[in-house]
């Protein structure tokens, strides 16, 4: 289905300078373009990153490459399509000149070349041997609306325990194409009728299939979030769509909504490719951001404040990474207003030394840093004139061991026919370190008959029932592979109640809550379903609940008042619902306690703190990660404390030996200019 396109004049402007940005070319070591820098400089285009950096991928195979340009004023674009590609070794691997998708002919490895004017940027691809071992189909249980459509994306593991995207390698089929018919070469599925029909992916011999419905469910309605969000001027705010549809099922809409800002003066919001519902601020003040399909609206506030950047935090603070793993970044802003923001996708990444490790500035990979060889460099986060750096150590140990976790509750790995189930893998090395490897692993089942286990981003390791029986899981990265974990699919006892947590609870203006979904069964098991059920509020003028991958069941009140929270899933076909009352209070804030109080750690160890407001009454609420709260430390040649929005705030590392007072503040909204304090030892 085809969604119009409606684009603010300002952002018509934008694009059309992007335009002239990407076709001009020019000498003088870079590429110029249209505007100029303050003072009236020309931008130029100073270089090319070419990323994904140093990928792998088998014989017969290909790889979407993509150029990110990066200007002298630091700012950054695709260019993947405007750039001219060649391969230096067409033997082992071509690519197409100005689409960037590279195709293996031969084991052995070839540069790629990404050229605009006189400004090139390159990868190493390698070709290996490796076999294709099995093709997943995400999501595993698609269902969707009579009259959508739904993009399926195809996975495929390799026996050296590589990973590759093969969405649009496989050959796609839909076993009945009257209800849903299926583009052979982009996976894009496009419902029909009511009905149910098997969607197969097959290259190389291999195959992978899952059960697409279509179903007649209508939809209700369209959470927009982040909630209520502050952005300063100059910065911009990612925000995402998801439909709430009759028969209790959710869907991701950022990139089928028609997005719209109430006041284009303060901000505009892209309906381009790319960066749908990507905001923009413009000037100081408050406007309304709005997502409209099939004559369904939602939308959100978002203020633009007047505050300028005053420093950037890194995240993690010099870290040590394993020769061969990935390292991701992130980045906060640190605002005049006490406000902080996350600008990982906003600042421009560099390494000092690309030798070591290079870092990505590409969209979806941006503050990605890719180990090459043993050694340091520097990664440096600048935007506006405002930069920070951090030492990143590339070290030499060998993986030894991964071992397999999950989320609990259940404490074995068992869980209900229809639901599904987090695996954690987490990799010790010679030098004794450990590593969440959960992103880079492959990840296998040995009976996707019972049950299939995601290897694609952003659910990879999360496993999917398919029938009643026993699988065994495995994780491996190069040559290293788990020891099996058993997961047992048991028969559908009956889902009796869903327990939401916490329970009639009391939360502030300022400061969210994060709620649980447990499912009680017959059996007398339980799980958590939290990122399973649909939740929803009663008064979402009182407060509004997500149903976003990764903020599943986050609250962010808005005004005081009453409502209900409830979490729904669908069962055997029946939907169970567990409610829960919440009140959003005025109450002022009164005080912040830092615990753990006056804490002493070993130098390069850490130690999380945990800020606990207290309000009027004696009530308390988790400050901790608030997005209105802000930690700082005393002295960061001593100790520094992670201050990034969804990073671990309040995680400090010592640095150095000496003392520091660990501070966290309420720098706006509701109890602004509140603190509280305490002193970390380091020794």
Same mark, same amino acid.
């Given at each position: ?50 990323? /994904?950096?140093? $990928? ?77 071992? &099995? ?6 249980? /698609? ?30 089929? &839909? ?53 209520? /969000? ?30 719209? &800002? ?69 980045? &906060? ?85 229809? #639901? ?62 788990? $020891? ?94 567990? #409610? ?19 804490? #002493? ?83």
């Amino acid at each position: 289905m085809k969604i119009p396109l409606k684009i603010p004049i300002g952002m018509l402007c934008t694009i059309f300078l992007a335009v002239l940005l990407a076709g001009c070319g020019g000498g003088g070591g870079g590429s110029l373009v249209a505007g100029s820098q303050a003072g009236g400089d020309p931008v130029t285009l100073v270089s090319i990153e070419v990323t /994904p950096i140093s $990928p792998h991928i088998a014989l017969g195979t290909a790889q979407q490459l993509t150029a990110t340009g990066i200007y002298s004023n630091n700012t950054k674009q695709d260019l993947t399509k405007t750039v001219t590609w060649n391969s230096l070794a067409p033997a082992v691997a071509t690519v197409s000149s100005n689409a960037g998708l590279a195709s293996a002919v031969a084991v052995g490895s070839a540069t790629i070349t990404a050229t605009q004017g006189t400004v090139s940027g390159s990868t190493t691809l390698t070709v290996t041997n490796a076999a294709l071992v &099995s093709i997943g189909i995400t999501p595993v249980y /698609p269902s969707i609306p009579l009259g959508r459509t739904l993009q399926l994306t195809a996975t495929g593991v390799f026996t050296d325990n590589t990973v590759q995207d093969l969405t649009d390698q496989v050959a796609w089929s &839909s076993l009945n194409p009257a209800v849903a018919a299926i583009d052979a070469k982009t996976g894009l599925a496009t419902s029909a009728v009511q009905g149910s029909t098997t969607i197969t992916a097959t290259l190389s011999g291999k195959t992978g299939s899952t059960v697409l419905t279509v179903t007649s469910a209508v939809l209700d309605s369209i959470d927009v979030t982040p909630a209520i /969000p502050s952005i300063a001027l100059g910065t911009s705010q990612q925000f995402v769509a998801t439909g709430t549809y009759s028969d209790n099922s959710t869907e991701d809409l950022t990139s089928a909504v028609s997005w719209g &800002s109430s006041n284009e003066g303060i901000a505009t919001v892209s309906n381009a490719t790319g960066s749908y519902g990507l905001a923009t601020s413009v000037s100081a003040g408050l406007t309304t951001i709005t997502a409209t399909l099939g004559g369904v609206t939602g939308g959100t506030d978002l203020t633009v404040d007047q505050a300028a950047l005053v420093s950037i935090d890194i995240s993690p603070t010099d870290p040590n990474s394993p020769l061969g793993l990935p390292q991701q970044f992130s980045a &906060s802003g640190n605002f005049s207003d006490g406000s902080v923001q996350d600008l990982t996708d906003q600042v421009t990444w560099s390494s000092s030394n690309s030798g070591v490790a290079a870092i990505s500035n590409a969209a979806g990979s941006s503050g990605m840093a890719t180990p090459l060889s043993t050694g340091t460099t520097t990664i440096t986060a600048k935007i506006n004139g405002i930069s920070s750096s951090t030492t990143l150590t590339v070290t030499s140990p060998t993986l030894v061991s991964i071992a397999i976790t999950h989320v609990t509750p259940p404490a074995d790995a068992r869980i209900a026919l229809g #639901t599904s189930l987090q695996f954690i893998a987490t990799g010790t090395y010679t030098d004794g370190s450990t590593q969440d490897l959960t992103p880079f692993v492959a990840w296998l089942s040995s009976n996707v008959a019972v049950a299939t286990i995601s290897n694609a981003s952003p659910t990879r390791g999360l496993a999917t029932s398919i029938s009643v029986g026993t699988t065994a899981i495995t994780a491996g990265l190069g040559g290293t592979v788990s $020891p099996p974990t058993a997961l047992t699919v048991a028969s559908p006892a009956s889902l009796t109640s869903i327990t939401v947590t916490p329970a009639n609870t009391t939360i502030f203006l300022g400061a969210a809550q994060q709620f649980t979904a447990i499912a009680n069964f017959s059996d007398g098991t339980t799980q958590d379903l939290t990122t399973q059920v649909t939740w929803r509020s009663s008064n979402k003028t009182i407060a509004a609940v997500s149903n976003a991958f990764g903020s599943n069941g986050l609250v962010t009140p808005i005004k005081a008042g009453s409502t209900n929270i409830t979490a729904t899933f669908v069962y055997a076909g029946l939907p169970v619902t567990g #409610t829960t009352g919440l009140t959003v209070s005025s109450a002022t804030l009164t005080g912040i306690v830092i615990t753990p109080d006056n804490p #002493t750690i070993a130098l390069g160890k850490t130690v999380q703190f945990k800020a606990t407001g207290v309000y009027e009454g004696g009530l308390t609420q988790d400050l901790t990660n608030s997005v209105n709260t802000t930690w700082t430390s005393s002295n960061t040649a001593i100790a520094t404390v992670i201050n990034v929005p969804k990073k671990n705030k309040g995680l400090a590392k010592g640095i150095q030996t000496g003392s520091v007072a660990i501070k966290a503040s309420v720098r706006r909204g509701p109890g602004s200019g509140m603190s509280g304090s305490t002193t970390l030892t380091v020794n």
